[in-house]
């Protein structure tokens, strides 16, 4: 009785976790894999020596079932709104930008089930983010980062964009206050090589090497 309580109490934990936070959804997965390399080693073991217990398996098998419950809450979980409409460019920008950079800490952006989601997604950040620009409302370097950010993201992968966004990227950069903010160094860089790239030339920086998070 008490194991099965501390199975559901395990549960509802995970599934807490899976449904506030999905990050945790890449920590399950990271802890899915040790657990089957484990399970493939021991069955080897059993196989070669015939020592191992069947009972050996019960807790990784119990902890795989944990996972995959945490895994699908995960997915059921609603994502946020990609904009907000407030009357303030400050806030739509910053929201934007925390959207963007949430969507792909999201287990959701890597799966093609939900890619034309993403993109979507994706689209309407952007073009919220053009017509502030056009309207001029971008407002000191932290607006212009934000907006670059957003831009340099384009599902499009339009090379005027990609110039647009390292314009202003380059713009958060020259900021002397944000002269020591890395993201915003490293953007002003990124958004250069991107660009760079989109019209066949070679990146100077070597920033858009090895994973990239884009939605194809």
Excluded: C
């Amino acid at each position: 009785m008490f194991k099965v309580i501390s199975y559901i109490l395990g549960l509802v934990v995970v599934g807490y976790l899976s449904f506030h936070y999905p990050l945790f959804a890449f920590v399950l997965l990271a802890v899915l894999g040790l657990i089957l390399i484990y399970v493939l080693i021991a069955a080897i073991v059993r196989l070669l020596r015939k020592t191992i217990h069947g009972k050996w398996f019960y807790v990784p098998l119990s902890l795989i079932g944990m996972i995959l419950f945490g895994l699908i809450i995960s997915l059921m979980a609603p994502l946020e709104e990609p904009v907000i409409h407030t009357g303030n460019a400050s806030e739509e920008l910053a929201y934007a930008y925390q959207m963007d950079q949430g969507d792909r800490k999201n287990l959701k952006f890597f799966l093609g089930a939900y890619r034309s989601t993403m993109k979507e997604r994706d689209s309407t950040r952007l073009n919220q983010v053009i017509q502030l620009i056009r309207n001029d409302k971008q407002d000191g370097g932290m607006d212009s980062f934000h907006a670059a950010f957003v831009l340099h993201h384009n599902p499009a992968r339009d090379s005027t964009l990609y110039r647009q966004a390292h314009n202003l990227a380059k713009q958060a950069a020259s900021e002397p206050s944000l002269a020591d903010n890395f993201q915003v160094q490293w953007l002003s860089k990124a958004t250069y090589d991107r660009w760079m790239l989109s019209i066949g030339k070679e990146q100077k920086y070597d920033t858009q090497g090895g994973v990239s998070f884009e939605i194809k």
